[in-house]
């Protein structure tokens, strides 16, 4: 039977709110898809009517004299690049480079041949993971430069694309190694925006045109006037706070309007389920307020933070409300399991988009931990010192109990086992919660057995949409909580 949508756009304006409607993958956290799924993917953003897609690269495209960065992550190629720039085409869909370039580049600059260009090349403080060994973030050099041209040069010829979004989020430690004269004297955001201004000159040099996050920038409203106007924002934020209505406000007053995007979550990293009602809202208020403030897109984002272990369909739900959204149409969380089964599992829809959302509001029933992450993923990687410490301050006894019996009542018997995996890790996460509270240890010598099961689980049903690359690191994190 063939995917249909028959439902998921009623009452649809005639035309979009947003002229770019795009999704953003992370293929960087250890999860890089298949061609196959990816190609499915595409099949249902086309349905979906997104009309951009971008896979967000840090060290996952193989560049040619750079294997030691990519050996073990089962990178995307040239030629699969080329391959899935032509699907996309082939869809309506333009597939947009995604190229990190000032920060998040741990994964290169931990490699003896690139330590030389870190801010920190022997570690820095991380204000929220403390210390780190290596560093992440490029000092602002022309070194550092040349560098990054070095890589555009390569990965830009294959996509027909003229846009380039360049990253440069969160650079942590600026200001703690090689800049840190300058940044004591004269604060990191200009030194930011020097750099910034050099990367927009080489993607101009590439005659293609930048993209960027606008997390520093919007730091110092001041500064975003004094962006070249070629160039286009992109406001994130992943909560049901997030300051969308204010940054929005600056980026069109500094000249942005209508080329500007805003880019909420599928609120579904740093958990196993997803945050259903955090992503809904989120949706909502980014596509309220980039539209009141004139965005030229949204662009729907999926991380994969701290091991990606959450399984694909948990993305499912936030795929659909961020297309609803973009389209005025009202987002009815009590129709999302039939649409999540007859845009993604036409052939064999046993409730298993009921089972996807039922897991989903899982996480509304316990307080959050620091955003954006759940509670139950939070406790599944955490020994009971620190449980004791933070988690189980936010929670009742009876709410953890109130939980687990909700994920036991949940009978899944679909066709998709990730579903089921998803399932199970909450049953094991709230398994801890339960007796850490109760005063009991943390893991208990008789659930190592299923425990083993689990994590073989997890590892044969990776390969059902991703690529072996990454899995052992992933696996490694869950196994060092055995103990």
């Not at 499915?40 to 750079?66: K, P």
């Amino acid at each position: 039977m063939a995917p249909s949508i028959s439902n998921i756009f009623d009452g649809a304006a005639a035309t979009p709110l947003f002229e770019r409607r795009g999704f953003m993958l992370d293929i960087s956290r250890n999860r890089v898809p298949t061609m196959e799924w990816l190609k499915q993917l595409i099949d249902a953003l086309a349905l979906l009517r997104y009309n951009e897609l971008q896979v967000y690269t840090e060290h996952t495209f193989a560049y040619a004299d750079h294997s030691a960065v990519w050996e073990h992550a089962s990178p995307m190629t040239p030629q699969e690049i080329r391959e899935i720039d032509a699907y996309c085409s082939d869809h309506g869909i333009e597939l947009v480079p995604n190229q990190n370039s000032f920060a998040h580049l741990e994964r290169w600059l931990r490699h003896p041949p690139y330590k030389h260009l870190a801010e920190c090349p022997n570690g820095f403080e991380h204000p929220i993971a403390g210390w780190r060994t290596f560093g992440g973030t490029l000092a602002p050099t022309e070194q550092s430069a040349a560098f990054i041209d070095t890589l555009y040069a390569e990965l830009l010829p294959n996509f027909t694309s003229k846009v380039l979004h360049i990253g440069c989020d969160e650079p942590w430690e600026l200001g703690q190694g090689h800049s840190k004269e300058r940044v004591d004297r004269e604060g990191k955001h200009l030194l930011y925006l020097e750099f910034l201004n050099r990367l927009f000159a080489l993607v101009e040099k590439h005659e293609h045109r930048a993209q960027f996050w606008a997390d520093i920038v919007m730091e110092r409203p001041d500064l975003v006037p004094q962006l070249p106007k070629n160039v286009t924002p992109v406001i994130w934020g992943y909560e049901t706070n997030s300051p969308y209505a204010e940054q929005c406000r600056i980026a069109a007053e500094a000249g942005f309007k209508n080329n500007f995007y805003v880019a909420p979550g599928a609120g579904n990293w740093n958990s196993f389920s997803g945050r259903l009602d955090v992503a809904r809202r989120n949706i909502e208020l980014a596509a309220k307020e980039g539209n009141a403030h004139g965005a030229l897109g949204l662009l729907l984002t999926a991380w994969g933070d701290n091991g990606h272990h959450q399984p694909w369909p948990t993305l499912f739900p936030a795929l659909i409300m961020a297309a609803q959204a973009t389209w005025s149409c009202p987002i009815d969380t009590n129709a999302l399991p039939d649409q999540i089964d007859q845009l993604f599992y036409p052939d064999s829809p046993t409730r298993q988009g009921a089972v996807i959302c039922e897991l989903g509001r899982i996480d509304t029933m316990l307080s959050q931990p620091a955003p954006p992450s759940s509670f139950l993923h939070s406790a599944f990687f955490t020994d009971a010192e620190k449980f004791e410490n933070t988690l189980s301050k936010l929670v009742t006894l009876d709410e953890l109990q109130a939980v687990n019996a909700a994920l036991q009542a949940i009978q899944f018997t679909g066709s998709d086992p990730e579903i089921g995996l998803s399932l199970e890790l909450n049953r094991r996460a709230i398994q801890r919660c339960l007796r850490a509270k109760q005063g009991q240890p943390i893991n208990s010598s008789d659930s190592a057995a299923s425990y083993e099961a689990l994590l073989k689980q997890f590892e044969q049903l990776w390969t059902m949409r991703s690529r072996t690359g990454g899995r052992n690191e992933s696996l490694q994190l869950m196994r060092a909580m055995e103990s």
